[in-house]
């Protein structure tokens, strides 16, 4: 009966210790990109680079953004453990205001949701904001 218990024992042991999963996991550079001010129609598209610090491939199953002026790409296979990836936003710059975006990123690693921001400030040069038309207007008359 000792034996029996004996052996069941080690076995659980030597269970668990193989048991042990292995995980992905993902690394930004950055969880934000600020484009600061640019001008309407300038090239919208940033890079969000990670390296897969775990000992498992990752996988990114899904990438989404906040609003449908925010088009994410992520990449087509697994990420293997060591290597880096890159997650491509483009950003509609058409759009004249400040913006703040957020791209939720899911994924097979150890924290399976991370959330990026993006914001900035688009400008159109062309036009003149009603500052600049009051401010003319007042150095006319003098």
Same mark, same amino acid.
Request: positive net charge; without cysteine.
């Given at each position: 009966m000792k034996n029996l218990i004996t052996i069941?024992?080690?076995?659980l042991i030597g269970?668990?210790?193989?048991?042990?999963e292995k995980v992905a996991k993902i690394e930004f550079k950055t969880e934000v990109i600020d484009y600061g001010t640019i001008e309407k129609g300038a090239d919208g598209v940033r890079v969000f680079e990670f390296t897969n610090t775990g000992n498992a491939p990752l996988i990114i199953?899904?990438?989404k953004s906040s609003c449908g002026c925010t088009i994410p790409s992520k990449p087509k296979g697994p990420i293997l453990p060591g290597k880096t990836g =890159?997650?491509?936003v483009k950003y509609d710059?058409?759009?004249?205001n400040p913006?703040?975006?957020t791209i939720t990123v899911s994924s097979n690693a150890d924290t399976p949701t991370v959330a990026l921001k993006i914001k900035g400030l688009v400008v159109d040069s062309s036009k003149n904001s009603v500052l600049d038309k009051k401010n003319k207007s007042v150095? =006319?008359?003098n």
């Open positions: 069941l024992f080690v076995g269970f668990s210790v193989n048991a042990q199953t899904k990438v =890159e997650i491509k710059t058409n759009r004249v913006f703040r975006k150095l =006319e008359k």
